[in-house]
Nanobody, 123 residues
Framework: QVQLEETGGGLVQAGNSVRLSCAVSGHTFSSYAGGWFRQAPGKERELVSAITWSGSNIYYADSVRGRFAISRDNDKNTLFLQINSLKPEDTAVYYC????????????????WGRGTQVTVSS
């Protein structure tokens, strides 16, 4: 059973940066594509970024492109999301996801989910 655990959230001032980490256990992470969803209060959950198992293909939602950077360390079974120039509208619960697929994007079904980490951006 694949388990995902996010860390790195918290209260951050607008304009600052935060780095989220996702530790993957229960299976070799290099077999899976990884991604990050977020859900803001009263809004639908959205895929903000995803990365293939090799790191050769990366997806970013239009709303975050240029400020978010996804990366992975397969040796350490860890997925990262660097968020720069934080805005109040980035306030959300961020979820780490993984699935065994060669393709990435919002149309993909993500089989494994973490419990989420809260990021709150103060203005």
């Amino acid at each position: 059973q694949v388990q995902l655990e996010e860390t790195g959230g918290g209260l951050v001032q607008a304009g600052n940066s935060v780095r989220l980490s996702c530790a993957v256990s229960g299976h070799t992470f290099s077999s899976y594509a990884g991604g990050w969803f977020r859900q803001a209060p009263g809004k639908e959950r959205e895929l903000v970024s995803a990365i293939t198992w090799s790191g050769s293909n990366i997806y970013y939602a239009d709303s975050v492109r240029g400020r978010f950077a996804i990366s992975r360390d397969n040796d350490k079974n860890t997925l990262f999301l660097q968020i720069n120039s934080l805005k109040p509208e980035d306030t959300a619960v961020y979820y780490c996801v993984a699935t065994a697929t060669l393709r990435i994007g919002p149309q993909i079904e993500w089989d494994h989910w973490g419990r989420g980490t809260q990021v709150t951006v103060s203005s």
